[in-house]
């Protein structure tokens, strides 16, 4: 599993897919990059995709080769289609772009559509006249806990016990949320938001943002919602998972996951989000429990 910033494999790698026309390569191969300067390019950024008759998440962030390397960009419109095993084209949707609590030039594209079979199924990007083609190799299942199935009751380390884990948070400085295990806290009647992100380490360049701008909006929702935030890997060499990561099958970083007061996954976003829709998340995980 690499933990090179410039390829973003673990974003990347749990999607199954590929790029018509060597986009995946110009991404993944920095020489590539660096002859397609000034080229914007889609890259479709979910991670854990999977066939089900409920609608997912799918996310794209454009990037730009420069000659310092690839940088993230925003502000286009999108819109994107999609082609599964069994049919023709979905009608082309206009995406969403979050950008509010995300650096300066770096945002994400999503939507939410269905994917209803198991297979390859394509996709188009379309901004700026121009089209980026792509297929995924989506699963009958997914890898990490969905909404509607019990969270994983793993513990998670604390101040009070790391499980092993050096340091257990890479933020400077350290966050404020390890004081509560998530094995004591999922299904004990609260409900919980637990983000999985590793700011030091992070390969896809989202998790120091989505972090603070967690620790920024929490404070509205401390009374109804216990938040823990959980590094993933254990050391800052970053080559083995922390127990709780691996406990719960995370294919990328970041995650943030929304748990009821039974235990059971109300929504899961990955790889990159904004402020708007983590505060979405935190509303609806409000309303559902009944704690306004």
Known sequence: MSTDPALSRRAFLGTGLTVVGGLVAARATPALAARAKTKVMAIPFSSDLYASPDPQRFTLVLEQGTSHGI????GPAVSVRFKGPRGGWSTSTPMQLDREGLPKGRGVYRTTTTFSDPGIWDGEARFLGKTTRFSMQLPAGAVAPVPGQAAPRAASPTRADTLGVKPICTR????PLHTVSLADVIGAGRPVAVLFATPALCTSQYCGPVLDELLAIRAPYEDRIT????DIYKNLRGRTQSPTVAAWQLPSEPWLYTI???GNVVARIDT???TNEMGGLLDDLVTLSGAS
């Not at 940088?71 to 925003?74: A, L, R």
């Not at 938040?227 to 959980?230: L, R």
């Open 172 to 175: 400077v400085p350290q966050c």
């Open 227 to 230: 938040f823990v935030h959980v």
């Open 272 to 274: 990159a989000f904004g």
């Open 71 to 74: 940088k993230y960009v925003s």
């Open 260 to 262: 009821d007061g039974t």
